[in-house]
Nanobody, 114 residues
Framework: QVQLVESGGGLVQPGGSLRLSCAASRSGFINGHVGWYRQAPGKQRELVARITTNGTTNYRQSVKGRFTISRDNPKNTLYLQMNSLKPEDTAVYYC????????WGQGTQVTVSS
């Protein structure tokens, strides 16, 4: 089973930036269909961004132009660069594969507040 570890979250002011990382324990996992999800308190988990095997990216409308998903396959690491952060981006962020039944990691908390 693939182990996923998210990191890079923290407290940031509106308009600030953060870069999240997702480390996968299995070589090659990040090269597949993977994405970033987020879950705010009392809300359902939602897909924020994804990248397919061929490199195609898709973003939730609310983050288009602000977030960028990328990966470093040799390092088995997925990234989410988040710019121009807004309070509504506050949530726990997770990585996973929309095409697999991989167990969720603990996520990393992102808090956007002044």
């Amino acid at each position: 089973q693939v182990q996923l570890v998210e990191s890079g979250g923290g407290l940031v002011q509106p308009g600030g930036s953060l870069r999240l990382s997702c480390a996968a324990s299995r070589s090659g996992f990040i090269n597949g269909h993977v994405g970033w999800y987020r879950q705010a308190p009392g809300k359902q988990r939602e897909l924020v961004a994804r990248i397919t095997t061929n490199g195609t990216t898709n973003y939730r409308q609310s983050v288009k132009g602000r977030f960028t998903i990328s990966r470093d396959n040799p390092k088995n690491t997925l990234y989410l660069q988040m710019n121009s952060l807004k309070p509504e981006d506050t949530a726990v962020y997770y990585c996973n594969s929309p095409s697999s039944t991989v167990s969720w990691g603990q996520g990393t908390q992102v808090t956007v507040s002044s």
